[in-house]
């Protein structure tokens, strides 16, 4: 049975290995766009930084790797069509040259492209005037060129999580960074604004300039630079820049797959069951390009992670050898470290949890990561929102140290959204306790106690 | 309604605290044995090898704190009997006045008294003599009193947490230190062998001696200070010590309850339901004089730990003001910091699985505690123990180092347990994931991975 992928980041790889995993026998093809198979793409910001002094270390596992279990590459060779009713890929490699490669069962996983916000001269601008988008390895490539040629100073357009790594990377190589966000807080996707509030000033503690609810309207070039023009509430300004970084977000790249008839869903990703299976007959589809089943909504959404990739994928892969796994749905979990803080997030959102039916109240308490009479104890910042009339645990946000296992303290409240439980479930829980690591009521159980305390029931 | 509470630790001053923030008209009454209310007897390790340079802060709240909270607090003040039908407790002050003060309902919190091991000389000798136990606060000051004295060399019996915890204080303080353990490894009631030898080493890496397979024998006074006669497999050998510290485990203080009719379940120690109500009309207990109702066995065991008691006292306060509350249950959970390694246990381990009836299969795995391409990443030694026939999630080990995240990452799977979740629900679980914090599939997912490949099912 030969088996398609096109795609050889998180989920295409996953996938790949996991049906030949499952069944050894299984002819696997990978269609890779461009040389870097199985790329940590989070791995970029710690490239750039110089934390990571070697590129090729950003891969999850060598191209040998990858060959031994059994998947055959076809690097720089890009998919261009599908035939559904030929089953068959027609690509084009760079040097050029076109083929057809037949499959049985075919997987998608093209990923997402960068949003392109509409800034005028954004379309008119690119790496070589040290304006970049950042995606993949080539982009990498180019916004270090951009800092080797003597690049001092910074612009970065959005203030998600790749916008921040970013900042904190070139904080790293010594230049002025300005951070500018339309919306009103850093992390807008990610935080409630009380706990973003702490992210930006841990950024501009680290010399960061932060600009929230400051659109930018036009990028030009100039005898000094770039000249990155900007709307704060109707007034006109402007900062000059070396370097341009617009990250402002990605969507699924469907291109392929919805000429050939692949139905979308949420966001214009595609559509696909809990088995990754598209409605196409053998073709399935999985990570940054489909939509997200999510566990606390009846309706999916769009999570472009890693994380999600990788489940995904591998559910995929484990599909297309004909076993029946489904995919368990995402919570949306997320964690990012910026300089010495950590911010992680799972579940719903006070006001997500509303739109999407449930009753929420949201409490917001602090407890050290430790007991504080061991040195070294930090605060923990966090949110619970729980559901008033269920008691159902339905998302937290937690803000912290990086030294105060803020990520796999998110990982525990995960875990119980994960099987449906309560907020009062997370104070009973017998999580592990030494004063150097923990407290007998952990942080996130005082959590959950405050947030019952709040409640009139 | 007036509660009387015979003992001031953490199982007794949070179901004080309990009773009072559910009903603030509840005279609570706490009857304390020594001067040190809600000490963090945890935390002792800590004050003596000098990172908490003031046993005051060891107090998890202060005096004034208790006082506030509405607590009536009779230091120095020591029950001695309790008459239910009288509902009296009579007491012996410090100062010898004795007096019966009556209760509508008590709770006892005695605690557990230190493990005596049959050594001979061991009865004859004390703290003047340089032979320590070690649970109170009195026993804490007896031992930095016999380090100011100059003791440079300092013998351990029993290699438990508390005992490698405090081998590693005093090498903090310069003693050549040795840790004796009769079982063949370290933590024996935590760690399956493989596991304890990553801690052994590290004892070892830090200058500790370690012998295990041997037994104290016997203690006597010599010439040059305190001799430690020994014997391994037969042979006899010996030690000379300045300090023997005997730190052989606890065994519930019950003496009180029994002599006033309390039934007594596993291994001595109070019965209890799991509302924390003995046999006694309105007499309750909680902590560790009482047995302990675990969620993967049929049957109470002992789990003499803070986290346990700070759960059980709560729900006694509850249950003692009219609540319907009612202790979830314990897994064990554990995790103790020996020099720069961690390590961490939750549920069952294999064969006392088995010896509860299931059909145990435990799989080793080893995976870096975040991205290797990140400075700083780490090995993380884990065993998952799960059910051959139900594929349920029955225990786990994790041994890193400090900076891993150990202690949370053995709470995800501490909470997936409580929940009666399955081995491969941790492949599916959505856990947060950024280079320098984690993998796209968490150590513990890589590990659930492992446990599954490794069945034939």
């Known amino acids: ?44 910001p ?51 040259e076109a083929r057809a490669i037949g499959y049985d069962r075919l997987i998608i996983a093209t990923g997402a492209v960068p949003n392109k916000p509409p800034i005028a001269g954004l379309d008119q601008l690119g790496a070589g005037d040290g304006v970049h988008l950042l995606h993949t390895m080539g982009d990498t490539f180019a916004v270090t060129k951009t800092l080797e040629e003597g690049a001092r100073s910074a612009a970065i357009v959005g203030a998600g999580y790749i916008g921040l790594e970013m900042a904190e990377a070139l904080r790293n190589r010594g230049l002025d960074v300005t951070v500018v966000e339309q919306l009103g807080q850093v992390l807008p996707r990610t935080l409630d604004p009380q706990l973003a509030t702490l992210i930006e000033t841990e950024l501009v503690r680290n010399g960061v300039s932060v600009f929230c609810d400051t659109a930018v309207t036009s990028i030009e070039t100039s005898d000094a630079g770039l000249e990155v023009n900007l709307s704060r509430g109707g007034q006109p300004g402007s900062l000059a820049a070396d370097l341009v970084l617009v990250v402002t977000g990605v969507r699924p790249d469907t291109r392929l797959a919805v000429d050939a008839g692949a139905k979308t869903g949420f966001g214009g990703a595609l559509a696909v069951d809990t088995g990754m299976r598209t409605n196409l007959p053998d073709v399935y589809a999985a990570g940054d390009c489909v939509h997200t089943h999510h566990r606390l909504l009846d309706y999916p959404t769009y999570v472009p992670l890693g994380s999600t990739a990788h489940k995904q994928g591998r559910v995929a892969g484990e599909s297309a050898v004909g076993g029946s796994t489904t995919y368990a749905g995402s919570l949306g979990t997320q964690v990012v470290r910026i300089f010495d803080l950590v911010a992680a997030a799972t579940g719903l959102r006070d006001r997500e949890a509303a739109a999407a039916g449930y009753h929420p ?68 829980l017998d999580l592990s306790y030494t004063p150097p690591l923990g407290s007998p009521y952990d942080a996130v159980q005082i959590a959950a106690h405050a947030w019952q305390d709040n409640q009139v029931r």
Chains 1, 2 share one sequence.
């Open 1 to 44: 049975m030969r088996l398609v992928i096109i795609g050889g980041s998180d989920a295409g790889i996953t996938a790949g290995l996991r049906a030949r995993q499952l069944d050894p026998t299984t002819d696997v093809h990978l269609l890779v766009a461009d040389h870097y198979p199985n790329f940590s793409i989070c791995g970029i």
């Open 46 to 96: 710690y490239y750039v930084s110089g934390e990571v002094p070697d590129w090729r270390s950003l891969a999850h596992r060598t191209r040998n790797d990858l060959e031994k279990a059994g998947l055959q590459l076809h690097l720089d060779e890009r998919a261009v069509g599908i035939d559904v009713d030929a089953r068959t890929v027609s690509t084009v490699s760079a040097a050029g």
């Open 361 to 428: 109240a949201t409490v917001v308490s602090a407890s050290y990561d430790h007991k504080i009479y061991y040195p070294g104890a930090t605060p923990i910042a966090l949110h619970v929102t729980g559901d008033t009339v269920t008691g159902r645990l339905l998302g937290a946000q937690l803000v912290g140290h990086s030294s105060a296992q803020i990520a796999k303290r998110v990982d525990i409240l995960a875990t119980a959204i994960h099987y449906g439980g309560s907020v009062d479930d997370i104070g009973i």
